[in-house]
Nanobody, 121 residues
């Protein structure tokens, strides 16, 4: 049974940093596409960053240069380092895992329960 458990969310002031973690069990993180999504109140969930089995990454334009996605394959853990946080980054952040080596729209097959990030101005 695949489980994804996020942690690391919290409340910070604008300009601050947070590091999200997603611990995967029953799943080999280095074999498939994984990523982070976020959903703000009243808005749809959308992708923030993805990383494929080869380690190639992609980011939504609004977080480029501020967020970094990475994986620790030995620990089966996905990370999202978030720097220079802005109030518009406030959202519930979800870890997602796919079933293919490459990332594509709608790749998320397994999902975590989410971790809240709140950025105050």
């Amino acid at each position: 049974q695949v489980q994804l458990v996020e942690s690391g969310g919290g409340s910070v002031q604008a300009g601050g940093s947070l590091r999200l973690s997603c611990a995967a069990s029953g799943y080999t993180s280095n074999s498939y596409c994984m990523g982070w999504f976020r959903q703000a109140p009243g808005k749809e969930r959308h992708v923030v960053a993805v990383i494929d089995s080869a380690g190639s990454t992609s980011y939504v334009e609004s977080v480029k240069g501020r967020f970094t996605i990475s994986k620790d394959n030995a620990e089966n853990t996905l990370y999202l380092q978030m720097n220079i946080l802005k109030p518009e980054d406030t959202a519930m952040y979800y870890c997602a895992a796919g079933t293919r080596t490459y990332c594509y729209t709608g790749f998320g097959y397994y999902w975590g329960q989410g971790t809240q990030v709140t950025v105050s101005s």
